[in-house]
């Protein structure tokens, strides 16, 4: 356990400033609806919980949001955005994503498959202005299901042998320029054992950010317009999402929230990554902004009377399978969302991580409980007992108001 790092980084940099002064701050419980709730035993706990799963968990603030039944019911926050500049976190704070991107990623490509413009268990080729083939098995088409699933054998290798991040800024690369480097023979970073994997489309999953880059790409070719202009109309918008920016450049700085790592029981604070492949861990949003896309993901599509999904189109999402190769920490894996053990029972779900961010996502279509966590810490054996015993926490708070 860490005892307070934030305040003990504070008080490095502000040598002034008193431990009680910097607490009386670090603590912002706000957005708690409707006003039974607020009054709710099962409640009454929930700030100090969270004030103490952030200490011991060595992350600088979070926030968490709990939703049912289509409904968001609360969006709680801790700690500080910005440690230095004693910024508390606050429901409009934008958290960088991370990997929990490709469950909106995967929303957007099951919206156009809807439209009948999609068809996910097509050839990607068919929709695609390169080519990407398998040498494992270039006679077998690769799918956007196998993309969504992380089975179209398409490896990381390269992409983590050559290190794409950007510090401290977007991404000069160009998503299509990026993939074409990558997945084309002839390109700069082009392997055949680097770019694949030894298994043939839909044999065998392994996970893929590149993957889901190209998933992306996709989205914007069949769209007719980039993917994120259309999961801005067409998602976004309609759900009432704001406070998301797929850039750096585009967070308002008043909202922007500093990654930190620890560092000798410290939290240091490191350089934002951008990174090409935007579709598979670029969105930077705010606990507010994206509350009502776990709401809709965990209520068969809808929220409120806003409709994301149609339920058989949710449902597929979240149905959950086993392809050979599964991780041992996985029990399922679904269209863009996975499953793991949690509590005695299995959890659909998606974390995300980079350096200085750890986030999650839970949804349990059984109650219709929505559960998102985000932080400004580098995901640890602590953090990640925090994040489990919170969304225990929320799970449990969502039963009780049910």
Not at 278 to 289: D, E, F, K, V
Not at 296 to 308: F, L, Y
Not at 384 to 396: D, E, P, Y
């Amino acid at each position: 356990m860490i005892d307070d790092p934030s305040a003990a980084l504070t008080a490095s940099i502000h040598a002034t400033a008193s431990r009680r002064s910097f607490l009386a701050g670090a603590l912002s419980a706000v957005a708690l609806a409707p006003p039974a709730l607020a009054r709710s035993p099962a409640a009454e706990n929930l700030d100090r919980f969270l004030a103490d799963q952030r200490r011991s968990g060595g992350m600088a603030g979070l926030a968490v949001g709990l939703a049912r039944s289509g409904k968001v019911l609360l969006s709680r926050t801790c700690g500080h955005a910005d440690i230095a500049m004693r910024r508390p976190v606050t429901v409009d704070s934008m958290f960088h994503l991370a990997s929990v991107t490709k469950t909106i990623t995967a929303t957007g490509i099951m919206m156009l498959a809807e439209e009948g413009r999609l068809d996910i268990d097509a050839p990607i080729n068919r929709y695609l202005d390169f080519a990407v083939v398998s040498p494992a098995a270039p006679e077998q088409n690769i799918t956007a299901r196998h993309l969504l699933m992380h089975m179209s054998g398409i490896s990381d290798a390269t992409y983590y042998a050559v290190d794409f991040r950007t510090h401290g800024d977007d991404s000069p690369l160009a998503l299509g320029d990026f993939l074409r480097s990558y997945l084309v023979p002839g390109g700069t970073h082009y392997s055949a054992t680097g770019s694949f994997s030894g298994a043939p489309p839909g044999r065998a999953y392994d996970y893929s950010n590149v993957g889901y880059g190209l998933l992306g790409y996709i989205g914007t070719r069949v769209a007719g317009v980039d993917f994120r202009t259309y999961l801005q109309r067409r998602l976004f918008s309609p759900l009432g999402m704001d406070h998301l920016s797929w850039t750096l450049a585009d967070v308002p700085a008043g909202l922007r929230v500093t990654p930190y790592e620890i560092d000798a029981q410290r939290l240091v604070p490191v350089a934002p990554v951008g990174f090409p492949d935007w579709p598979a861990g670029m969105l930077r949003a705010s606990i507010s902004g994206l509350m009502p896309f776990v709401a809709a993901s965990a209520n068969r599509g809808r929220t409120g009377s806003r409709r994301m999904l149609a339920e058989p189109s949710m449902d597929e999402m979240l149905h959950m399978q086993k392809p050979p190769g599964l991780p041992a920490w996985l029990t399922g894996q679904g269209l863009g969302w996975m499953e793991s053990e949690g509590e005695g029972a299995p959890r659909i779900n998606h974390w995300g991580g980079d350096p200085g961010v750890f986030t999650a996502v839970y949804v349990d279509p059984a109650t219709t409980t929505g559960i998102a966590i985000l932080t400004n810490g580098s995901a640890t054996a602590s953090s990640k007992a925090a994040i489990k015993a919170i969304a225990r926490k929320l799970f449990t708070l969502g039963n009780a108001l049910s």
